[in-house]
């Protein structure tokens, strides 16, 4: 019974002497917000760390570290608004890619991962410049307040991507990913386009 399990896990994740590679890339991009609150959210900077191991040259697993940040201040409604966003992603990854070995530019790869996320940020908004004295039937400003966003719970991202199917041990890759983070009481959800360089053999 041990051997025929020994036998299956070098079917699914393949033999060390034939495939095994240790991938590592740093990415960086652009990150939208797309939850209830996005319109508080301008497009921001989205980073992130992939260390994989690719076990075949199809299947890849590791870790992501992830950092995005987004913020604005702009007048929304004759509201001043001034906010920040930051979050942060440490979530076991899977990775299933083609192998063209070279016959064509670019590999293609479908990527999941769920583990950690944390966000913190907030808005705060304050009420417009009183009005003129000439200014004839103004309305009544509001006071201004504070939003804190803070939360850590499980999260999860998933999404496509291509990499150069080149043999050297750098290439480059770029990656469209789709995160959730299942806070209370709203999820945080975003968008994020990234570009980086593989090192690896």
């Known amino acids: 019974m041990k051997r025929l399990i020994l036998i299956m896990l070098l079917v699914v994740f393949g033999s060390s002497d034939s495939f095994c590679r240790n991938r590592a890339s740093a990415q960086i991009g652009i990150g939208v917000v797309t939850d209830a609150s996005h319109h508080y959210w301008s497009p921001g900077i989205s980073m992130s ?44 990854a899977l990775r299933i890619q083609t192998d063209r070995q070279g016959k064509r530019l670019f590999d293609f790869y479908f990527q999941t991962a769920i583990g950690f996320t944390v966000v913190d940020g907030g808005y705060s908004y304050e009420p417009p410049l009183p009005p003129l004295p000439a200014c004839v039937d103004c309305t009544t400003v509001s006071d201004g307040g504070e939003n804190i966003v803070k939360a850590s719970s499980l999260g999860m991202n998933f999404g496509v991507g291509l990499v150069s199917s080149n043999a050297g041990p750098i290439r480059y890759d770029v990656t469209l990913l789709y995160h959730i983070g299942f806070s209370e009481p709203e999820r945080n959800e975003f968008f994020s386009v990234t570009f980086g360089v593989m090192f690896g053999e």
């Open 49 to 92: 760390l992939n260390a994989l191991h690719y076990s075949t040259p199809n299947i890849a697993y590791g870790f992501l570290f992830g950092l995005s940040t987004n913020g604005e201040s702009e007048s929304i409604s004759n509201q001043y608004i001034s906010s920040r966003l930051f979050s942060f992603e440490f979530m076991p």
